[in-house]
């Protein structure tokens, strides 16, 4: 089951720059999208989601961009802090379906 | 800030041996969820559980797991014979209802190593 697919397993950005986490899905049926944040020996804690009904949402340093056509949401932090440095989940669900569906995870590490 | 919480942080069982992973759910939360995430892999769905029943479950949830709702807070997963592929991380999820904006809490998960 690769519904959701996160290609990049890493990311390393520079502090103060921009993080950009891209995230691909193959089910059409997909409606809402959301991101989630872990760090070791913690659960996913919920950082931003997006209706398909839009194309983008912003919530501070974070904002989500949906383009449905290509089946494609990505996530951009700017500025990047070194709190940030995390896995980041993108996660669907679609309608009428109340279980998320996971990508693999990116693991993102903000440098000094 | 209410949380999810999860017992025991780490198990360590047995082959073959029966296992059983607790959760408290956010207190005014209606719907309950375990997923799993095995090393390397992605967070994976088990079951949902709503109104103490089974709203919808996985492939992977097979006759050799369980879920209950014993006391009305604890939401607790069984996995009466473990396989050492039950290895895992088990997460617990809860939501205060279905509407589609509502995020799930996860718990901060258990750690099952199966030897």
């Known amino acids: 089951d690769q519904q959701v697919k996160q290609n990049s397993p890493s990311l390393s950005v520079q502090e103060g720059r921009i993080s950009i986490l891209n995230c691909d899905y193959t089910?059409?049926?997909?409606?809402?999208f959301l991101w989630y944040k872990k760090y070791p020996a913690e659960g996913p804690t919920f950082l931003i989601s997006?209706?398909?009904?839009?194309d983008k949402n912003e919530d501070g340093r974070f904002t989500v961009f949906l383009n449905k056509s290509a089946k494609h949401l990505s996530l951009h932090i700017v500025p990047s802090q070194p709190g940030d440095s995390a896995v980041y989940f993108c996660?669907?669900?679609?309608?009428?379906?109340?279980?998320?569906?996971f990508g693999a995870g990116t693991t993102v590490t903000v440098r000094a | 800030e209410p949380e999810v919480t999860q017992t025991p942080s780490h198990q360590v069982t047995q082959m073959g041996q029966e296992v059983i992973l607790r959760c408290v759910p956010i207190s005014n939360h209606l719907y309950f969820y375990w997923y799993r995430q095995i090393l390397g892999q992605k967070v994976e769905f088990l079951v949902s559980?709503?109104?103490?029943?089974?709203?919808?479950k996985s492939e992977i949830f097979d006759d050799q797991f369980s879920v209950e709702r014993p006391d009305g807070s604890n939401f607790t997963l069984k996995i009466r014979s473990t396989k050492l592929e039950d290895s895992a991380m088990y997460f617990c999820a809860s939501r205060r209802d279905r509407a589609r904006n509502t995020e799930a809490f996860f718990g901060q998960g258990t750690r099952l190593t199966v030897v």
């Open positions: 559980f709503y109104n103490n029943e089974i709203s919808e």
């Open positions: 996660a669907a669900s679609a309608k009428n379906d109340y279980k998320l569906s």
């Open positions: 089910n059409s049926m997909f409606d809402y």
């Open positions: 997006i209706s398909s009904i839009k």
